[in-house]
């Protein structure tokens, strides 16, 4: 009896430490595709209103870009606090872009109700590819990249943000 317990107990670690694998690896930013970073730079979006947002504008300053969608709870429960941290660190030469997975109308809408001051693009289903470009193998909401003042990623992250992840991030890169 004593073995059986001592091999079903080590068949659950071994399964446990799978599965624990198997998250981390999910949930960790891959390899940036060749090419990718350097096309990111060259897009321009329309903003909900039909405005372009060209990548190159926010080129020499720090900025975090952050993938979203209306229907992603996560990702709404991140807006206020993305952007309050662009409130307090614009002055810092920050800046904050909202790339939306989503139809111009669901951001327009959520928008009217809950304003941000960072500028938003409308990536549209291509910000999915997009973001699986840059490193998010699954193409899940929300996935923020943080890039330093040359251009360069510094920092990205698969998931909902949390405070301290801004206090990490707002360092000096």
């Known amino acids: 009896m004593n073995k059986r317990h001592f091999l079903t107990g080590g068949v659950a670690a071994v399964a446990g430490l799978a599965g624990a694998g198997w998250a981390w690896w999910r949930f960790q930013p891959h390899a940036v595709q060749d090419g990718a970073l350097q096309a990111l730079w060259q897009h321009t979006w329309d903003s ?77 289903l291509g910000g999915t590819e997009l973001s699986r470009q840059l490193g998010n193998p699954n193409g899940g909401l929300p996935f923020t990249v943080v890039f330093d003042a040359q251009g360069e990623i510094a920092h990205r992250k698969i998931g909902q943000v949390k405070p301290e992840d801004l206090v990490a991030w707002a360092q000096p890169l």
């Open 48 to 124: 909900p209103e039909g405005q372009p947002v060209a990548m190159q504008q926010f080129k020499g300053r720090p900025l975090l870009l952050n993938f979203w969608a209306t229907w992603c709870p996560p990702c709404v429960e991140e807006m206020p606090m993305l952007n309050t941290f662009y409130r307090e660190r614009r002055a810092d030469g920050w800046t904050v872009l909202g790339l939306a997975v989503d139809q111009p109308s669901a951001v327009r809408q959520f928008l009217q109700r809950w304003p941000v001051d960072f500028p938003i693009g409308m990536a549209g």
